[in-house]
């Protein structure tokens, strides 16, 4: 039987025919970004915004639109927009690369900038483009607030911090800059294509029924373990995440990856009770060997079965973790849908929901944003709607920033910040160590 991915490749070639330059194949991450969307009620996509504070009056918009526009004419991602054709995810590329810097309404009397930015947000429209600004003035602190927001489907996490840098640099130059030539974007659209396909390759080979059944066994007792929402449960008025953050001393050598999944586990206990096998995904990968440095997303997330079990905290109690993750890093190729075909077709209850999300940023790979030598400020707005019941996000340099948010549909406050203290306790000890 054909592969998850060959069957993709398949459906796309006969969908694409001639229209290879309009209609591009997407990654497994990328399949797993847009089925779903598809199968929102709502259509929500994932979003990845990024705010930014300037002393107000320092943004030009028309300059700021320029540079916005010129960034997507370079990125082929940039200017595409995901969707689905026929049941078949594709990207749908954009001649114009045209990226709107919207000024959300005024804040209604009562209303924060952060308020205006959460309705801006939550008004997406996925037929839009996949990157768009918003400007917000934040009169109080005599600021303005920019937003550069993407769709999660064109972009990984990995892309950002070169997004936000050539978003600098095009800010830059000559308000009438120019678009890249016709040559010079056909050459960046074959190299991304090249890229995905390359991707796709790994995907396709990786597939395996060796794969499929270390799957299978891997996560085979697992069982999504957070109650349904009810956003009843919302209190009216309410924004519906709510969200905690802590900043702590960083430990020489920064805390292992596996020790950052055993700390998720004393949350997710907390959370779900004892004795669970709690699906946490995480993004992992890169770009396939040889390819260009293309934007994209390529990220695939692959899922760790944290058990709430009594047991060994992080540190040096997390050889067994360690282990664990590193054979499932030997499989990592395999794209999320075809794993969790794999655990279905063993039998198993889960249908691929996931309770928890866990992602860590390196400090020194998140530049600021400099908009004609002024820098900045990275700021955080939080309550807009998250997609898994519980996140975790983890940057890691001269010390820990560590953040949790949550939906409050599924989760209550309380329970919430009692996993965030766990998960807080257990990154404090001095003895994590890099595996």
Not at 247 to 275: I, K, N, W
Request: aromatic share 6%; proline share 9%; net charge negative.
């Amino acid at each position: 039987m054909l592969s998850i991915t060959s069957q993709y490749l398949t459906r796309y070639r006969r969908l694409a025919g001639d229209r290879s330059d309009t209609l591009l194949p997407v990654t497994g991450a990328q399949r797993r970004f847009v089925l779903v969307r598809a199968l929102d009620p709502t259509g929500r996509p994932d979003l990845v915004p990024m705010f930014f504070a300037f002393p107000s009056g320092t943004i030009d918009p028309e300059r700021l639109h320029a540079a916005a526009r010129r960034l997507a004419a370079r990125h082929t991602a940039l200017r595409s927009r995901p969707t689905v054709v026929r049941g078949t995810p594709v990207l749908s590329v954009a001649a114009d690369p045209d990226v709107g810097v919207t000024r959300p309404a005024a804040p209604e009397p009562g209303e924060s900038p952060a308020d205006a930015l959460r309705r801006a947000l939550a008004s997406w429209d996925a037929q839009g483009p996949s990157l768009r600004l918003f400007l917000v003035p934040d009169e109080e602190r005599e600021e303005d607030v920019l937003a550069v927001v993407l769709d999660h489907a064109v972009c990984d996490g990995r892309s950002l911090a070169r997004i936000v840098d050539e978003l600098g640099a095009a800010y830059a130059e000559e308000a009438a800059g120019s678009l890249p030539a016709p040559g010079e974007a056909q050459a960046e659209l074959d190299a991304y294509r090249d890229a995905v396909l390359g991707q796709l390759a790994a995907e396709e080979k990786a597939e395996t029924p060796e794969a499929a059944a270390y799957w299978a066994d891997r996560l085979r007792t697992l069982h999504t373990h957070a109650p349904p929402p009810r956003p009843a449960r919302v209190p009216r008025g309410a924004n519906p995440s709510g969200a905690a953050q802590a900043r702590l001393a960083a430990h020489d050598g920064g805390v292992s990856f596996p020790g950052l999944l055993d700390a998720c586990r004393s949350a997710a206990r907390e959370l779900y009770g004892p004795d669970r096998a709690v699906p946490l995904g995480y993004p992992w990968g890169g770009r396939p060997a040889g390819a260009e440095p293309v934007v994209g997303c390529f990220l695939n997330t692959l899922v760790f079965p944290v058990d709430t079990g009594p047991g060994p905290g992080p540190g040096p109690g997390s050889e067994a973790t360690a282990d664990a993750w590193w054979d499932d890093l030997d499989r990592a190729d395999v794209p999320f849908d075809a794993v969790v075909a794999a655990v279905r077709s063993a039998g198993s209850g889960w249908t691929g929901g996931l309770d928890g999300l866990l992602t860590v940023d390196d400090d020194t790979r998140r530049p600021p944003l400099v908009l004609d030598g002024v820098e900045g400020r990275e700021v955080h707005v939080d309550g807009r709607p998250v997609r898994g019941p519980f996140a975790v996000s983890v940057t890691q340099g001269a010390e820990i920033r560590l953040r949790m948010v949550w939906d409050r549909a599924v989760l209550d406050d309380e329970t919430a910040h009692r996993a965030f203290d766990a998960l807080t306790q257990a990154l404090r000890p001095s003895d994590h160590a890099v595996q």
